[in-house]
């Protein structure tokens, strides 16, 4: 059974009124195209995430792809011992920031119920993907406002997301509050680089994060016409990828993911997309995140310098303690 969805102003019950969710102080929240909408204004800073998703519905879902990127980077993330605790029962897992679902995939895959929550509208691609039934349930909501008591979640799972939000250390602390005592908090975030200095990204990311989200598209599919072709003459020589790179703000695979040529391009009208539009693109180094989830109170703590930058996992305490020879994993 999925954890109840509450008031995320009250945390009060909800009744469904007139095609409405609505709390006994009369707060009312739509359910549109079958999806709750727990947030108060439709369009945010989410917006161009929210078109992006909803353009490039499939593109990095592994079963789209014939691949397993997003299969290992969660494998990864999750590491040896939450992996098995997944297996191990019927798990509910809240997914945060789940964007068209490259990770829903490999969640439901686990056999686990799937909470998918996103700020934005790419909770349609979400359901367009990955349809909801008994285990699978798809919210609109923000992750700093969440509609559920807290401690309800065995895996809170969010990759990709905590560095675009207005606060990573309140959100950090309020995907902390949704794990059930014994659960684990698996996450990601971006750190420092060199690009900011030695790149053009961060320079163009200045004009198109100001567009409206439709213009910026169209600019960003501008930017992979011109440089698209450079990457790929380049794409057999590390030198020559590198220096495209300086000079080029679009982001291509060819260096680590085996796609198909068609794949390759939309993957990079995707990821620059992504990474020229994003309201907040806040950096954490390894020891930041680690002393984050120790304040939180997690045990277990693992993170290190991989993939986009910082990948952290920790537990939540059971109540009471660990019973006698068990380990925190
Ligand atoms: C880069 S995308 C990652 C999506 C997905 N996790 C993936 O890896 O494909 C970031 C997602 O976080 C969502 N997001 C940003 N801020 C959020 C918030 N405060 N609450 C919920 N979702 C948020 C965006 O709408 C977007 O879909």
Redesign the pocket.
Known sequence: MFPEIVCPIEGQPLSQTAGKLVCARGHAWSVDAGIPRMIADRHNY?DA??LQ?NTFRKT?LDSYCGSDISLRRARRCIGAAAWAFLHSGAREVLE?????G??TEVLLATGASVTS????S?VEANQDNFAQSDRHRIVQA???NLPFAPGQFDVVFC???IQ??PSPERTMAALYDQVRPGGWLIIDHYTHSLSRYTKTLPLVRQVLRRLPPEQAMKWTARLVDVFFPLHRAARHSRVGHALVSRVSPVLTYFHCHRLPEELHRQWALLDTH?ALTDRYKHKRTRKQIHQTLERLGGVAIASEYAGNGVEARCRKPPRGGWPARASAG
């Open positions: 989410a995430f929210g998703w990095q945060a920031g789940c964007g068209a490259r990770f929550v996103d700020l934005s790419a923000d992750l700093l990759l990709g997301v675009h939000t992504d």
